[in-house]
Structures are given as C-alpha cells and as structure tokens.
C-alpha cells in the first residue's frame, strides 16, 4: 500500500486517527495533507490542524521528536502561495507537478539556516526565517 493509493479522505483519516502505518508517510504525502486541509480551510486553520495531526501521529509512532513546528508551518506557507500562484487543480497530481519546487525536501533551506532549523526552539514554537523572506 502507498500513500497515493489513497482518497484524500482516506489520507486525513488515516493521518488523524493514526492508523496509516508511519513509514508509509514520506514527504509528498506531507505536501498533500497541507494541500488538502488548504482547500477545506483558511490558511490559519489549516495550519493549526496540520500541527496538531503531525504532532499527534508521531508521538503515536514513538517518535515525537520528529515532529518540528517551524518547519510544519513554513511548509503549509509554502504551499498555501504555491495555491495562489495557480488555477486551483482538482487533484492533487496535477497541483504537484504544477509546483516541481514543492518536491525538493530541502526547499525551507533557502529560507532558514541549518543552525536555526536545528535550533530546538524551532522545534516546539514558530521561528522565523534568517535567510529569506518566506512566500
């Protein structure tokens, strides 16, 4: 089984009820949860759900220090304006290859350092970028 096999509904359900297997959720699935809670949402509710169910399904996992707040919110920011930028595409394969950008995991590295992301203040709260401005 494989994240993209999956409805979009059955994605977030599976991300909140923690019952998608944990090594199964990679960095495009990430993309597409955001993407989906930005269309059933505003940008701060979106945020704030995606934190939530990102905090809840690694603590579930026995890893809870995956979970990184800054780098959850600087990512919904991202695709919230790569939202913007484009006619809305109605799934999600056509909205990620619309946006290539989006697949580069070490996207935010243009915005923050590597010593801010490792920071563990950034970890636990909001930091703001210290290279760029983010979209």
């Known amino acids: 089984m494989d994240c993209k096999d999956l409805s979009d509904q059955e994605l977030v359900s599976g991300m909140e009820s923690c019952s998608l297997p944990g090594e199964l959720f990679h960095h495009a699935d990430h993309i597409r949860l955001a993407w989906i ?5 505003p940008e701060p509710k979106a ?22 707040h800054t780098m959850t919110l600087a990512w919904i920011r991202v695709v919230a304006a790569a939202r913007f930028a484009t006619p809305e595409p109605g799934v999600f394969e056509e909205f990620f290859a619309a946006h290539p950008h989006l697949a580069d995991q070490h996207l935010l590295l ?12 950034a970890r636990s709260e909001w930091v703001e970028p210290d290279l760029c401005p983010l979209p």
């Not at 809670?37 to 949402?41: D, G, Q, S, V």
């Not at 809840?56 to 990184?68: L, V």
């Not at 243009?110 to 203040?121: E, G, K, V």
């Open 110 to 121: 243009h915005h923050y350092s590597q010593r801010r992301m490792d920071d563990p203040r």
């Open 47 to 68: 945020a704030e759900r995606m934190a939530s169910t990102l905090k809840n399904f690694s603590a579930f996992n026995g890893k809870p220090e995956r979970y990184h």
């Open 37 to 41: 809670y930005l269309r059933m949402m």
